[in-house]
């Protein structure tokens, strides 16, 4: 097909879910919960391997117990790396798969299989398919945030805190590229580099619903907070930041500024972190509501949500909820994830 000629792109309408809340615990209750889970955990060499934006409890529970708490590209290091036969991924569904991908032989369990995410169901691969066919001279670079299917159907996968490098060492070596399933983090790249890319036109529900007339507002209520932004937000938010950057990135920038208040604008899952490694720091959220805001999320992302440590003690016991990827879309899929970890090794020596 001609590439001057692309197909006009309707994207599946993602639907926010609903979901029972989780049911609160006393005290006692969730001590004699996370006991619970410790022992089973124990028993079965599993560990628990938790995202920055899921419930606190379920955070602290990874790190008591020699799992971890990270962004998608640490979490699916700390799997490979580590010795444990069953990993409990405790985030969204294509981080269990990420880690299925990566770890073949250890059984993955999830707490919710339900739990997915907007950029991943927005990129659906038979529509994602035929729109790479229309750029057969263009690398695909797509996001963690996708299926596996996506994935084997790319070159690269990239995380938020390596994007912007692999993107500039492509267009360093003359590539052209298409970019999915995040457009603003796509603007956002693009402007940051001037490379011109084909972008999918996708969004994250949480990001989407930062306001940038709301967070005007809010700044000169607290002059001296630095604004810390993901790029997932739009770029009228993007461009009242002082840190634009990965969750990681944020978290370090909470720890190492000088700055006592914080207006951050990415899930607040992610304050649990951010106040064990700077307690006495005043974290604020950026307001989601404003002109136009219909704030399905508010800043809290429903899928996260899904994880509880209920759901957690329960995969244990039952062994349900495991994610299966059929070995040679596995095979497939695994080829752009390690061209990523291996590139980001580079960069780490
Ligand atoms: S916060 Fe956004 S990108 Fe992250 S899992 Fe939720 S919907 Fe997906």
């Known amino acids: 097909m001609d590439e001057t ?17 989780i049911q609160e615990l006393s005290g006692e209750e969730e001590k004699a919960l996370k006991n619970h889970i ?13 995202h920055y934006y899921t419930d606190g409890k379920i955070q602290d529970l990874a790190e008591e117990t020699g799992g971890c708490v990270a962004d998608s590209l ?6 490979m790396e ?9 985030g969204v569904r294509f981080m269990g798969e990420t880690s299925k991908i990566l770890n073949n032989e250890k059984r993955v369990l999830m707490p919710d299989l339900a739990a997915t995410c907007s950029l991943d169901d927005c990129c659906p691969i038979d529509l994602f398919s035929d729109f790479c066919d229309q750029y057969p001279n263009h690398k695909v670079v797509v996001y963690a945030n996708t299926s596996a299917r996506v994935k084997a159907r790319s070159d690269w996968v990239v995380t938020s805190g390596i994007a912007l490098a692999i993107v500039k060492h492509l267009a360093e070596n003359g590539e052209k590229i298409i970019w999915a399933p995040d457009r603003h983090l796509g603007q956002y790249i693009q402007n940051q580099t001037g490379i011109e890319m084909i972008i999918w036109p996708g969004s994250c529900v949480v990001h989407e619903e930062f306001r940038a007339v709301a967070l005007q507002r809010i700044r000169r209520l607290h002059p001296a907070a630095a604004v810390l932004v993901h790029p997932e937000s739009p770029q009228d938010v993007i461009c009242q930041a002082d840190v634009v950057g990965s969750t990681t990135a944020l978290i370090k920038a909470v720890a190492s500024m000088p700055n006592m208040e914080f207006i951050i604008a990415t899930d607040a899952g992610i304050f649990n972190k951010m106040r064990q490694i700077a307690p006495g720091k005043t974290l604020i959220e950026a307001p989601t509501m404003g002109d136009g805001a219909t704030c399905q999320s508010c800043a809290h992302c429903p899928w996260m949500e899904m994880n509880s440590l209920q759901k957690v003690a329960e995969v244990l016991e039952t062994g349900q909820n495991e994610i299966l990827v059929d070995a040679e879309l596995a095979a497939k899929a695994s080829i752009p994830i390690r061209r990523m970890i291996d590139f980001s090794r580079g960069i780490r020596l």
């Open 82 to 90: 580590h010795e444990a036969r069953t990993l409990v991924v405790a």
């Open 5 to 21: 000629t692309p197909q006009p792109l309707i994207l599946p309408k993602v639907t926010v879910p609903e979901h029972p809340p």
């Open 38 to 50: 410790k022992e089973l955990l124990h028993q079965q060499n599993a560990a628990l391997v938790a």
């Open 74 to 79: 640490e979490m699916a290091r700390f799997g």
